[in-house]
């Protein structure tokens, strides 16, 4: 290899199937930092690096220690001129792994700060197709390209796209833009409230900036000016929000709550809300409050499909309202489980509020007054719903022809709650029998001695004999 002929002859050589180390004093000084670019290109543009890294490491040592007295040659750092850069941006297959390698220090490659002031289109350029190559920029260049960042961080777009990159700082955007409310309003609706404590102070007291925060983060009310704090629609807002802590609404209530606003029909609808999303806070409103029939309503339902305080706020809430019927009659109609809880004789022994909760589940004819189980009406509706309600029934009715036929039509297994004369009518053994064939092995023992019933049933449904003891 003749190591005196023109570098772009030399380049083109494979100089790969060569050992040049032991030839190191026939390279003249400029030979020899070409030889080192040529390897910065190797690394980053092709894969060959890693293939031959040991022959290169031993070369740029051995370069070292040859040329170390003349000061001229350093072995592990190369400083990028706007040629090799523009040739590295144009060729390079990883330009992320490019510039960690040009801003980070990494492989020791460098670019001075008089090249760099002078780059300045070029990173506009890159970082418009490259937008993350701005973190590995942006930290080491803030001075140099000062005009350049000012220039990006006042464009709404792009800075929305960093912060989402997490590359920037709120404190890096443009004051126009940290003070325009329309950005601000984005900032929130897409980050939450993550930058809400570097928010200019005057934002506190805005309505609408605060507002917002609320609906995505109840933490937000924190930030908000004292008059804020006492905004009623601002509460209703925190209030309505699910992730809201009760204990915060008991403090805000109790404490910060002005006064006022208990003899405010507001406060019912700002209590209202927060019950709805947190039953417990019934127990935070005022005794007034307490006794308002739609806020008693909707603690009670909300704490009942949650199956969270419901015990509680049944020991809490005004002892006549589950006395009253018209309250009780509402709260069955939107949830039928709380006929349960009735403890009024004269409520359990109403037909109109009996029925509202039978129609949904006839079981909840076993809390009814015994009266009501001896309402053929009331029970047909419970049968019919669930047959198998029938055993909640007085014994008369289990005792009714039509009652039990009806049950069985529902739930074949009715027929075990039926009297034992009726366990031995043909018509309602059929009936069951109809569901499930298995079913006649609940008939009396009287009929399945009786020759001709069972004649009669065998004809049907010859399989009937497997279920015969």
Known sequence: M????????????????YNILPHLNLLD?????????????????????????????????????????????????????????????????????????????????????????????????????????????????????????????????????????????????????????????????????????????????????????????????????????????????????????????????????????YNDNCLIKVVLTAVKKQPICYTYASDRLKEDTEIVLEALLKASKSGIHLQTLLSIIPFNFLFEKDFVMNLLERDHTFFEKITSYELLDDKEVVLIAIRKNGHLLCHASENMKNNKEIVSVAVDTDGDALMYASRELRDDKEIVLKAVRNNGKALLEASERLKGDLDIILEAMKLKVSYISFASKKFKQDENLMNQVLTLYPEAKNFLE
């Open 2 to 17: 003749n190591f005196h002929q023109p570098l772009s002859e030399l380049i083109s050589e494979d100089i790969w199937n």
């Open 29 to 261: 000084i400029h030979h020899l930092q070409f030889i080192n670019k040529w390897f910065y290109h190797l690394l980053l543009t092709t894969d060959k690096y890693f293939e031959y890294k040991t022959t290169i490491s031993q070369f740029r040592y051995q370069t070292h220690l040859t040329y170390n007295h003349l000061n001229i040659y350093d072995r592990s750092t190369l400083y990028l001129d706007e040629e090799m850069f523009d040739l590295y941006i144009e060729t390079c297959s990883n330009k992320y792994e490019f510039f960690r390698a040009l801003f980070n220090g990494k492989y020791g490659i460098y670019i001075d700060n008089n090249t760099l002031g002078r780059f300045s289109d070029r990173f506009e350029k890159i970082l418009e197709q490259f937008p993350e190559a701005l973190s590995a920029i942006f930290p080491k260049c803030k001075n140099n390209l000062s005009e350049l960042f000012t220039k990006l961080f006042s464009q709404e777009r792009k800075v929305l796209d960093y912060l989402s990159l997490n590359i920037i700082q709120f404190s890096d955007i443009c004051v126009k833009l940290q003070n325009s409310q329309p950005f601000l309003l984005k900032l929130i609706k897409i980050f939450s409230s993550k930058y809400l404590k570097y928010f200019d102070q005057k934002f506190y007291d805005n309505f609408e900036i605060l507002n917002e925060a609320l609906k995505m983060d109840p933490d937000a009310y924190n930030f908000a000016s004292k008059r804020l704090k006492e905004e009623k629609e601002i509460l209703i807002t925190l209030f309505s929000n699910y992730r809201t802590n009760p204990t915060i609404i008991k403090k805000i209530v109790t404490e910060q709550m002005p006064k006022a606003y």
